[in-house]
């Protein structure tokens, strides 16, 4: 990624980056400006060598904030295939389980993916309207230690699908966007993980494409197009389509009995794809939901506290419970999210804690309200 020189001069008298950056906070050696200023300066290979190269989580707090638009999640992703190539290699969370379960889905593998939504509801093989899953079917698996089950978004995703009339395409053949491959240096594969979802997509026909992943749905409207240029569909996240389509569907929802919640804005759904609103007004038109927000939220709030399964150390506890806290302190009993990784992350952090917090999921929280529902 190129700078001008008007944003590289710009830069080393500002340090807005550093001043917003969540890991600058807890690790006061990372500056997102000294990293900018080495490169710059002709230390790149000091730079590829250094563990500096890993810890940035891209969550955009920087980017946001930059006076003169300077991305450097963009800029940090750039140098990490040149790093991975020179051996220099992430720490991969969970053994690297999940980079594992990642690369043999680039394979000729048979997937057996699923059978939750042959419980679950309605779907079928081929259709305009394609749900892409993700990895769910393997948070499930790999996630149970912590007594959550991330395939209930899913499971709820296609329940309010169906009660609006729609029967959407749900694949076995589906594999992994590629998000944590791509921000890991991996850009092979990247690649194969994305020409292979192209295909089943275009093999379903959908003209329609739903995300509940943020992540997801941010590397098929970004990455994708960057790759393979203009896609034969449309890509949507799911509250995009709830927001539309919910109205008229004229769904009916019963009062929570605890309708007190706040909201972690994901970074990919929030600052990176500018999608603030939509969840918050999805929960306000709930009955008896008073929605609580925290101190740091929209463009401004915190990161989960780690990123694509890697570098989870210290100091993404200290900002996973220091979230957590945060959303107490509104008063809220339950903190809802509309990403897996945030519940996953918060949920794991918070078995470590004796802090009383629900973290729930959005889709199984609006579903949960649905008159009807069990």
Known sequence: MQLTREQINYCMECGVCTGSCPISYELPSFSPRQIIKRTTAGQDEDFLKSREIWACLSCARCSSRCPVEIDFPEFIRSYREEARKNGNLPVESHHGMLQSIASLQTCDIKQQRIAWAKEAGNFQETGDYFYFVGCLPYFEVTFRYLNLSPLSSAKSVLSLLNKMGVTPVISNDECCCGHDALWSGDEATFRALAEKNLEVIKTSGAKTVLFSCPEGYYTFKHHYPEYFGDLPFEVLHITEFLIQKMPEAQLSFKPSSNGTVTYQDPCRLGRLSGNY??????????????????????????????????????????????????????????????????????????????????????????????????
């Not at 929209?298 to 419970?321: D, F, H, I, P, Y």
């Not at 809802?336 to 945030?342: E, L, R, S, V």
């Not at 992350?345 to 069990?374: F, M, P, W």
């Open 277 to 374: 609103d939509l969840p918050r007004q999805l929960l306000k038109s709930l009955p008896e939901t008073n929605l609580l927000e925290m101190q740091r939220t929209r463009e401004n709030a915190l990161c989960c506290g780690t990123s694509a399964w890697m570098e989870c150390s210290g100091c993404s506890k200290a900002m996973q419970v220091d979230r957590l806290q945060e959303a107490i302190q509104t008063g809220a009993q339950t903190l809802i999210t509309a990403c897996p990784k945030c519940q996953i992350h918060l949920t794991c952090a918070q078995s470590n804690t004796d802090l009383d917090l629900k973290v729930t999921d959005l889709y199984t929280y609006i579903s949960e309200r649905l008159n009807g529902a069990e």
